[in-house]
């Protein structure tokens, strides 16, 4: 499996940002998709995941509101729309790919349970 993560950039506060991120290599719809970001210093901190039909999306408290996750399956592709862009969204964000969900609540949540993760790209949210 192969994500190409790509769209970040540096926006003032408020603005917007949509990264996307491609996948290829296995069949798109057999996996779980995140998002996570690690800024300079900090923890990698999981922001948000999308089962493999489309219909269940998940957020960190710290975007909820402001981002919305998407995929679209015909492309491979899954994005991530950003808005009211906060000083403290500036990250790397990396995208990612679970095979499957896990038997225990809230596991999307666990950077660990991911088996794939892209390159990563830059936001910077100015103040």
């Known amino acids: 499996v192969q994500l190409q993560a790509s769209g970040g950039g540096l926006v003032q506060t408020g603005g917007s940002l949509r990264p996307s991120c491609a996948f290829s290599?296995?069949?798109?719809?057999?996996?779980?998709m995140g998002w996570f970001r690690q800024a300079p210093g900090k923890e990698r901190e999981w922001v948000s995941s999308?089962?493999?039909?489309?219909?269940?999306?998940y957020y960190a408290d710290s975007v909820k509101g402001r981002f919305t996750i998407a995929r679209d399956n015909a492309k491979n592709t899954v994005y991530l729309q950003m808005n009211s862009l906060k000083p403290e969204d500036t990250a790397v964000h990396y995208c990612s790919a679970a095979g499957g969900p896990r038997s225990w609540t809230y596991w999307y949540r666990n950077a660990n349970e991911y088996d794939y993760w892209g390159q990563g790209t830059q936001v910077t949210v100015s103040s």
């Open positions: 290599g296995r069949t798109f719809t057999s996996y779980i």
């Open positions: 999308v089962s493999s039909s489309g219909d269940r999306l």
